[in-house]
């Protein structure tokens, strides 16, 4: 069974960047063709989408955001990361990685991880 | 505001059947397939449906998933209080190339 669980801080502060890692248990993220997801979800609204590392290392970001955001992996800890630079207020929010088999089909979730940005 | 639009609430009674719609344009639902997502207050969401219309193995046959050209339905019926829950409808914007996501619909159980 595949689990995915975020760590990172909970509070940043404004103009600094948010960093969070999502750590990988049950299935290695170099295999079997998935992609590696980070949503958000702002406190009372909707799921956001940032974007993805694939497998191999090739990335998608959110036009919205791409401007501010990285994705990568780190195949030694099984892990992949997410940066977002320049953070504001609008930045608090759930960040959630998630697995994709497909784009849009996210199979495996994160419990989530609140961040403030304060 | 979101690409994909999800009326903001629905209701129901148990052992009632609701329909949840997502209404979206020729360059995502109409090109793209649909997915659904249901999310229990305080958790993660969690995969309903599939390719507009394929349930994960573990989702009971209550829950049915539809696409007509630029829309799709969400179906439930027997209606029951554990369904009560926050619904969300993504698929793939071609002219974006992302994922988008509707409002979500929040279903109350009466």
């Known amino acids: 069974q595949v689990q995915l669980r975020e760590s990172g801080p909970g509070l940043v502060k404004p103009s600094e960047t948010l960093s969070l890692t999502c750590t990988v248990s049950g299935g290695s993220v170099i295999s079997g063709s998935y992609y590696w997801n980070w949503i958000r979800q702002s406190p009372g609204e909707g799921l956001v989408w940032i974007g993805y590392?694939?497998?191999?290392?090739?990335?998608t970001y959110n036009p919205s955001l791409k401007s501010r955001v990285t994705i990568s992996l780190d195949t030694s800890m099984n892990q992949f990361s997410l940066k977002l630079t320049s953070a504001t207020d609008a930045d608090t929010a759930v960040y959630f990685c998630?697995?994709?088999?497909?784009?849009?089909?996210?199979?495996?979730w994160g419990q989530g991880a609140l961040v403030t940005v304060s | 505001q979101s690409v994909l639009t999800q009326p903001p609430s629905a209701s129901g009674t148990p052992g009632q059947r609701v329909t949840i719609s997502c209404s979206g344009s020729g360059s995502n639902i109409g090109n793209s397939y649909v997915y659904w997502y249901q999310q229990l207050p305080g958790t993660a969401p969690k995969l309903l449906i599939y390719r507009n219309d394929q349930r994960p193995s573990g989702v009971p046959d209550r829950f049915s998933g539809s696409k007509s050209g630029t829309s799709a339905s969400l179906a439930i019926s027997g209606l029951r209080s554990e369904d009560e829950a926050d619904y969300h409808c993504a698929s793939w914007e071609h002219s974006l190339s992302a994922v988008v996501f509707g409002g979500g619909t929040k279903l109350t159980v009466l």
């Open positions: 998630v697995r994709s088999y497909s784009l849009g089909h996210f199979d495996y």
């Open positions: 590392v694939y497998y191999s290392g090739s990335t």
